[in-house]
């Protein structure tokens, strides 16, 4: 019936209704209205699915398979329904900003921040051009520019462009490194030759999309181990910088993590650069390697470069001051790296994707054009023309938006507070687990937001059994059935997050290898808290001691 209906009516009558779906594009107070409304039920939907639970509504079983074959649908439905549809795919989110949540690197975002992305979706601007984006490409100029006082580059020379996550920095990093090495013209000729990478151990595996993606290829991938404190081994940096330098390798470039995901391990970023200039000068080399910072999570660590520890106005305790002044020996001299990742959907409170690359001399920024000849920084004649470097054509203003108006709406004040905060939880965290014989704190000398920590059965000494895991191979079946102990206690934690009972934790399968004399040996599964939530308090890094001790209790059997 209803379908005999439709096929009778006028597309013009159709198309009267099908305008209600889009926001009125002049003033009209009825039609705002009715936006506002749709967004406000949503929230309200939304909110009916919060409970003590860090999750929205229930996690549901998925299958996958069923909705493979899901049908193109040949109707029209209407905002209402699909306003209700949207509700249900909220369903099973976690809360990030949620007190009971320490799941990972994943912020709860500002209002202005998420503000600023309804700005750019209602509106879509497209950076490629600022005649298709309005003052939104002043955003990405000024936040680019405001990140590059923060770390202390010279903002006459620096420049940098918002890209798509904090992969796509190490991408922008390692071209333009490339292209440095063959002055520009990999571009044009492509890859010829064998060209090394060097990043740690622990680094993220964002390296191997980077280097199979920008055909280098996976196997000039070369990783240097870490020592103990998750940080790269410059020693072993040093032996293998000479002996391809001595060989005649080419090295485009070493990253140097800063902040590594799982344990906040930090690299040396400043004997880093030193051991590069020495080599280079030692050497001969015209094209030394470009040294990226991957400080996707690190770079916020920033703030504190002038934060008077002295006289500590904002009051941290004496753990937290020292846990910020260690981290920040290490990053304070992110200046000196020739670009920086920077991610604000990690560590900058704003949604995904926000990730700004940062490099030290914009004239860099020229290899990567398409026409060579023409600058990429044509600020004085009012045109901004960043699709002429940019690797992406159609460039959302979300991201620079958010981290613009996080930038404005907290200040160095305001990220320090956050920061502070969140590093003094899990010191309070570390310090409850640590006076517990049976739990061994695995990132011990790195001080951040996360804490990896290992829980030992009883009848085992965990002090003893740590060190005898990384690196005795008759040791090898503790380690695992000590990693399967771990992974038990996980699940029974997880189960009673989910009921509202309890802080929702993550693990990590390899915090890192033992190390069996150079040989890797099996990996090291850790129990992981990240607290990024402002409202992470007192009673929620009480809640996880406790949980770990009965979740282990139950595992037990007693
Ligand atoms: C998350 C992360 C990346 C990758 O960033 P995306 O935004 O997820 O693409 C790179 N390096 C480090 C250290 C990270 O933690």
Redesign the pocket.
């Known amino acids: 019936m209803r379908r005999g209906n439709q096929e009778r009516e006028n597309y013009l009558d159709l198309l009267e209704r099908l305008k209600t779906y889009f926001p009125a594009p002049v003033s009209n107070q009825i039609m705002d209205g009715y936006f506002i409304h749709t967004v406000s039920h949503f929230l309200d939907r939304v909110d009916d699915l919060k409970s003590a639970a860090p999750i929205l509504g229930r996690g549901r079983e998925q299958h996958y398979h069923a909705i493979m074959e899901e049908a193109f649908p040949e109707e029209m439905t209407s905002v209402e329904e699909v306003t209700k549809l949207l509700v249900s795919y909220c369903q099973g989110m976690p809360i990030w900003g949620h007190p009971n949540a320490q799941v990972n690197?994943i912020p709860p975002s500002t209002i202005p921040s998420i503000t600023a992305v309804i700005a750019a979706a209602i509106y879509n601007p497209n950076i490629i051009w600022n005649a298709y984006s309005g003052h939104f490409a002043e955003a990405e100029i000024k936040a680019v520019a405001m990140l590059s006082d923060l770390v202390g580059y010279d903002s006459h020379r620096a420049g940098g462009l918002f890209t798509?996550?904090?992969?796509?920095?190490?991408l922008y990093g390692c071209k333009l490194a490339l292209e440095k090495l063959f002055d520009g013209k990999v571009m044009e000729e492509g890859l010829r030759e064998d060209v090394k990478i060097v990043a740690s151990d622990t680094?993220?595996y964002?390296r191997l999309n980077v280097a199979g993606w920008l055909g280098l290829g996976m196997k000039n991938l070369v990783t240097i181990p870490t020592t103990r404190d998750n940080e790269m081994n410059l020693t072993d940096l040093e032996d293998y910088l000479r002996q391809a330098f001595s060989q005649g390798e080419k090295v485009a470039a070493i990253i140097a993590?800063?902040?590594?995901?799982d344990a906040f391990g930090i690299d040396d970023l400043s004997a880093i650069v030193r051991l590069r200039d020495h080599l280079a000068e030692e050497y001969n080399l015209s094209r030394p390697p470009h040294v990226h910072a991957?400080a996707?999570?690190?770079w916020v660590w920033a703030v504190f470069r002038d934060y008077d520890f002295e006289a500590n106005p904002l009051g941290f305790h004496a753990r937290t001051l020292r846990s910020l002044q260690d981290s920040l020996k290490m990053m304070g001299s992110l200046a000196l790296a020739d670009s920086i990742?920077v991610?604000f959907?990690?560590t900058g409170y704003a949604p995904?994707?926000s990730?700004a690359f940062l490099v030290k001399d914009r004239q860099d920024l020229t290899l990567l054009s398409r026409e060579p000849e023409q600058m990429p920084y044509l600020y004085h004649f009012g045109d901004y023309h960043p699709g002429i470097y940019t690797l992406e054509c159609s460039r959302g203003a979300g991201g620079a938006l958010a981290a613009y108006a996080n930038i404005r709406l907290l200040g160095k004040q305001g990220f320090r507070i956050l920061i502070g905060h969140v590093v003094e939880m899990a010191e309070m965290l570390r310090e409850r687990l640590e006076n517990h014989p049976a739990i061994q704190v695995l990132n011990d000398f790195n001080y951040g937001p996360v804490t990896l920590f290992r829980v030992y059965p009883d009848g085992v000494d965990a002090e003893q059994a740590l060190p005898r895991e990384l690196s005795d191979p008759s040791y090898r079946e503790e380690v695992e059935r000590h990693n399967d102990y771990n992974f038990r206690i996980f699940r029974i934690i997880q189960e009673r997050a989910m009921q509202g009972e309890g802080v929702w934790l993550s693990r990590t399968d390899a915090y890192r290898y033992a190390d069996y004399d150079g040989e890797p040996g099996p990996p090291i599964a850790a129990l992981k808290s990240f607290i990024l939530s402002p409202w992470t308090n007192l009673t929620a890094v009480d809640t996880v001691a406790r949980q770990v001790l009965e979740a282990r209790e139950q595992v037990d059997g007693k």
């Open positions: 690197v798509f996550g904090g992969t796509g920095t190490i680094s993220h964002s993590t800063l902040g590594t995901t991957d996707v999570i690190g990742g991610d959907h990690k995904y994707i990730s």
